[in-house]
């Protein structure tokens, strides 16, 4: 799993932002969003497998028009576990949103309107995995290896969230 296995690098290495409390904190997040929202964890971190996928093309698109440093501004600047909507449009037109809320709609089962509530929290979350491998002192500098693998510049596609919530929840509950 090589997403996850960039996060754990990032926990373990001192000269990036991740850390144990960082993971806590996104898993702590996303079990209250099941718990506010009454539905199963597992339908939640589907949730965010789609919505990363979708927050994943728009990044790359991004990256592609304007460079790394653009991504990784934008993931520094809206990662968090609060409900933030301009991270959502910086990242998606309201047309989009609603597809996005729709697309992962089809795939959960949960109702498009409940996501799309949701979107302010999610995306945060999302982003604030992908800061985990910022440097630490100088977080616009680049080489965030997370971000990297996230992005996934080989285009194997091995890429996604839930696994990495799903894995980094069991690592830190041990």
């Known amino acids: 799993m090589g997403l996850f296995d960039q996060i754990l690098g990032a926990v373990a290495n001192p000269n990036q932002q991740g850390s144990l409390g960082q993971l806590g904190s996104i898993i702590n997040t996303v079990d209250q969003l099941s718990n506010s929202t009454g539905t199963d964890p597992s339908t939640i971190q589907s949730v965010l497998s789609v919505v990363g996928g979708q927050v994943r093309s728009a990044l790359q698109q991004k990256q592609a028009t304007e460079g790394n440093e653009a991504a990784q501004t934008l993931v520094n600047q809206y ?11 910086s990242l998606f037109s309201p047309n989009i949103q609603q597809q996005v809320a729709d697309f992962a709609a089809q795939r959960t089962g949960l109702n498009a309107g409940t996501i799309q509530q949701l979107l302010p929290l999610l995306v945060p979350i999302v982003l604030n995995f992908l800061k985990s491998g910022a440097n630490a002192q100088n977080p616009q500098s680049g080489g965030n290896s997370v971000l990297n693998s996230f992005l996934d510049a080989d285009g194997d596609g091995d890429v996604d969230i839930a696994d990495a919530i799903q894995l980094a929840s069991r690592h830190i509950r041990r």
């Open 79 to 89: 990662a968090g576990n609060s409900p933030n909507p301009q991270a959502v449009n």
